[in-house]
């Protein structure tokens, strides 16, 4: 039947260091009034990606905590509850599968909730698990939005916020 091909949304162009300043503020500006408030757990062990990243979800208004591996990702699922985890697939120590598996085996609900980015799509033991767990791949590199995207549906549903009543004080 051929070479199972991991699941990604649309290819797209790398993230990079050249943020366009523009469509940043049209992106935050779209979103002002619908936005999804979750935690996000964020686990890859290159700090360029933690960084922009997670400077860009939290732009978006996601509380997200950012990790630089496996183990230490672990941990904080153990001390917090997160709605959606995005996580490297290949990393030194505890990779992005023994996460997925051990996070899992703690808590059910994550078997749903996981995300994985990646740059080796081309290895048998990453098809072969991304075709038996049901998880999100996205291939590295990728456009934020196409992350936000898959987490936006994570995310519990923001209260209305242009209703006197539903603000914050």
């Known amino acids: 039947a051929g070479t199972p091909q991991p699941r990604s949304p649309d290819s797209a ?3 990079s260091p050249e ?3 523009d469509k940043l503020r049209a992106a935050v500006a779209a979103r002002k009034g619908k936005q ?3 935690k996000v757990l964020l686990v890859d062990d290159e700090p360029f990606i933690l960084d922009s990243v997670g400077d860009y979800l939290r732009l978006m208004g996601i509380d997200c905590t ?15 509850s997160f709605d959606a985890i995005v996580s490297d697939i290949r990393m030194p120590g505890m990779d992005g599968v023994a996460l997925y ?9 994550y078997r749903h909730r996981f995300i994985f980015m990646t740059g080796d799509v081309v290895r048998k033991s990453t098809q072969a698990f991304m075709r038996d767990n049901p998880c999100t791949c996205l291939e590295k590199p990728f456009q934020f939005d196409a992350l936000l ?13 242009s ?7």
């Open 13 to 15: 162009a790398p993230v």
């Open 19 to 21: 943020i366009d300043g």
């Open 36 to 38: 999804r408030r979750g």
């Open 66 to 80: 950012t990790v630089f591996d496996g183990r230490r990702g672990l941990d904080q699922l153990t001390h917090r």
């Open 101 to 109: 598996e051990a996070a899992c085996a703690a808590d059910e609900r």
């Open 149 to 161: 995207r898959l987490i936006e549906p994570l995310l519990p549903e923001a209260p209305d916020e």
């Open 163 to 169: 209703e006197p009543w539903m603000q914050r004080k």
